[in-house]
T-cell receptor, first 115, second 114 residues
Framework: EAGVAQSPRYKIIEKRQSVAFWCNPI?????LYWYQQILGQGPKLLIQ????????DSQLPKDRFSAERLKGVDSTLKIQPAKLEDSAVYLC?????????????FGPGTRLTVT | AQTVTQSQPEMSVQEAETVTLSCTYD???????LFWYKQPPSRQMILVIR??????QNATENRFSVNFQKAAKSFSLKISDSQLGDAAMYFC???????????FGDGTTLTVKP
């Protein structure tokens, strides 16, 4: 079974530029999560999708961050414009949610450096 | 809002010894899951162990076991016979099964000394 795929793995941009991250969850997983993990901290949930609907985006800075999940499968997370404090690893995770074990399967993450 | 607190930023253990990582959480929900995830340096986060809140019996997975105290809202992880490969950051996580909302602690970095 293929795992959660993310790209790119690394990205360096200057502040005020824009960037997009892509995530392909495990096939059949209805729930998709995007997390921001700042060095030395735990993952902070940015947005959660159930199929292609948003369940929770209360911690997403909506003035600069946006996310979508087309057709309930792949998802993209965009930052525009980026700030220095956006430097972090962006993790995507998916799970079966109901009917499953609720375990989240994580991708390798995208390490973003904003200079 | 649910919160998860890991009060030990760093822990160390001698190889083959036992170590316990602490986690407390705050919730008003009755239906939830608790997890311990492991994140090795520069590697993906993986599940170590899972506990359903409605189960009184503590979960066990080989050398890993938990001490789940629901009334105290405590969920500690015990690693027995520690191995060098156990060195990683460990995260305690809470999941509300009604909405699937997930909250992580800030992690404990475990060092295993040979």
């Amino acid at each position: 079974e293929a795992g959660v795929a993310q790209s790119p793995r690394y990205k360096i941009i200057e502040k005020r530029q824009s960037v997009a991250f892509w995530c392909n969850p495990i096939s059949g997983h209805a729930t998709l999560y995007w997390y921001q993990q700042i060095l030395g901290q735990g993952p902070k949930l940015l947005i959660q999708f159930q199929n292609n609907g948003v369940v929770d985006d209360s911690q997403l800075p909506k003035d600069r961050f946006s996310a979508e999940r087309l057709k309930g499968v792949d998802s993209t997370l965009k930052i525009q414009p980026a700030k220095l404090e956006d430097s972090a690893v962006y993790l995507c995770a998916s799970s079966l949610y109901r009917g499953g074990s609720y375990e989240q399967y994580f991708g390798p993450g995208t390490r973003l450096t904003v200079t | 809002a649910q919160t998860v607190t890991q009060s030990q930023p760093e822990m160390s253990v001698q190889e083959a010894e036992t170590v316990t990582l602490s986690c407390t959480y705050d919730t008003s929900e009755s239906d939830y899951y608790l997890f311990w995830y492991k994140q090795p340096p520069s590697r993906q986060m993986i599940l170590v162990i899972r506990q359903e809140a409605y189960k009184q019996q503590n979960a066990t997975e080989n050398r890993f076991s938990v001490n789940f105290q629901k009334a105290a809202k405590s969920f500690s992880l015990k690693i027995s016979d520690s191995q060098l490969g156990d060195a990683a950051m460990y995260f305690c996580a809470y999941l509300n099964t009604n909405a699937g909302k997930s909250t992580f602690g800030d992690g404990t970095t475990l060092t295993v000394k040979p």
